[in-house]
Structures are given as C-alpha cells and as structure tokens.
C-alpha cells in the first residue's frame, strides 16, 4: 500500500509518459528517436541526487513497480505468440533460431570477459548474459532482484541499449549493408535482435538500400525478433544466465589464484 500511495512516483511517470508521447518519433537522418528514448532520459535527469526530485525511497517504490510492469509484458508476449506459432514452426528456418548463438557468443564469451578485466563483478554476469532488453531485465528481476549485483548490472545495459543501442545499431546495418558482404535477409534476421526500437532503426538503412525487397527484409526481420524474444526467453532462462554465471565463478577463481601467485 505504501508503494501505491507514492503519488510523487505515479505522477511524476504519468507527466514524462505524456510528454514523450507528444513528442513522438523522431528521426536524424537514417536514426529514429523514439519516446522511450526521450523518457529515459528524463527519467535520469529527474532522479539526479542533486535535484531532490525524486528521494531514495521513491527509487525504490518505482524499482517495485517496474516488476509489475514487466510480468505483464511477458504475458504480452506469451500471448502473442499463439497466433504466429503456424508462421514460427513453418516459415521461420532453422537460421532464425540458431541466431541466437550468436547472442552467447557475442555477449558471453567475449563481453562477460571483457567486463571483469574493466573491474566489473557479480554485475558482469546480468550486463553480459543476453542483448538486456524486457524479459531479461524480468528473469535476472525474478531470479536474484533488482537490487542484486546481478539487477544492476541488467538495468545498467538495458539504460545503454536504449540510449545508444537504436543509434549504434543504425548505423552498423548501414555499414554492413553497404558492404554487400552479406545477403539482405541475413542483413534482416540480424536487426531482430528482440528489441522494437533497434530492430526499426536497423530496418531503415537496409530498405533504403534494398527498395525492391523492403517488404521481405521487413517480414525476416519481424519474425526474428518475434523469435528472440519468445524463444530466446527460454535460453536466457535455461542456459545463458546460468552459464554466464558459471562461466563468471570459472574467471573469478583464475583471478583470485593469480592475484594469490603473485602476493
């Protein structure tokens, strides 16, 4: 009840929702700025200690209600699926599934290393786990809490894919689909990485270079990031996260041994 009384949280939310919303989509030549963009931001700048608009506590009730939110996002997408299961277990090939290796790849084995050499601990394994959209942010919220290492260490990348990610990833489908090195529904099944935002901002370079196939590019593309992030819930769940953590204890042992051999 004391989280629900919190009427600084709920209304100070509901003012920076109608803003973004009325501000809308934006765009910079090929890069799209989405209202979500535009709240992050204004959700950081209101909660700077330095501005006392927003109190420790306050944090902490909105921490609380981002659960909420999330469970009802997953359910979303749980139900979303129901009518595209036809689409996924026909049209979708056996790439669109297998792309999410290159997630483990990408994030584990070389990010969840290179995390712990820049100092990072215990919030390497939530920063490095998967591509830190929603429903990662829910598995590490339901598995260690957001106010875990772990929690922080998801919340700390979902913060810079959406500033950056949209941004970063338009501008690397750019140069990739200019490259002509790779096909463009490779180019597609890439940009669905399971996030709305940076699948759209990648989408705009690769049409805009392939005119003629605009409409396929969009449908890969659609499909996987329906696949990242429905049957990527399941691989973060059973596999990535716990091997991320595995894999974290693996280096901080070598780390603790090294630093021992040499004291």
């Known amino acids: 009840m004391e989280i629900l009384k919190d009427y600084r949280v709920h209304l100070l939310a509901l003012i920076v929702v109608l803003v973004c919303e009325f501000v809308g989509r934006q ?14 931001i204004i959700g950081g700048l209101i909660s700077l200690p330095k501005l006392k608009i927003l ?40 790439a669109l599934i ?4 290159g997630h483990f790849a990408g994030t584990i084995l070389l990010g969840l290393p290179l995390a712990m050499m820049l100092g990072m601990k215990r919030e390497a394994v939530g920063a490095t786990y998967s591509v830190a959209r929603e429903p990662n942010i829910a ?26 990610g949209a941004i970063w990833m338009s501008i690397l489908a750019s140069v990739m689909a200019k490259l002509d090195v790779l096909h463009p529904y490779a180019l597609a099944m ?8 940076m699948m759209a901002a990648s989408l705009a370079p690769i049409s805009d270079l392939y005119p003629n196939m605009a409409s396929d590019i969009k449908a890969y593309a659609t499909t996987a990031n329906l696949m990242s992030s429905i ?7 059973l596999f990535s996260l ?3 953590s595995f894999l974290y204890n693996v280096f901080a042992r070598f780390q603790s041994s090294k630093r021992s051999s040499l004291s």
Not at 98 to 101: C, P, R
Not at 139 to 164: F, H, N, Q, W
Request: net charge neutral; charged share 15%; glycine share 10%.
């Open 27 to 40: 765009s910079i030549w090929i890069i799209m700025l989405y209202p979500m963009l535009f709240a992050m």
């Open 55 to 94: 109190k420790h506590k306050n944090m902490l009730h909105a921490s609380s209600v981002m659960i909420v939110t999330l469970m009802l996002l997953i359910a979303k997408l749980g139900v979303a699926v129901g009518p595209k299961i036809d689409m996924i277990l026909h049209d979708a090939k056996l």
């Open 98 to 101: 297998l792309q999410e290796l």
């Open 139 to 164: 598995i590490v919220a339901d598995k260690y809490g957001l106010d875990s290492p772990e929690g922080r260490g998801v919340m700390a990348m979902y913060v810079c894919g959406t500033l950056y």
């Open 190 to 197: 890439g940009a669905g990485v399971g996030s709305g935002s």
């Open 231 to 237: 049957v990527g819930i399941y691989i973060y769940t």
């Open 242 to 244: 716990p091997f991320a």
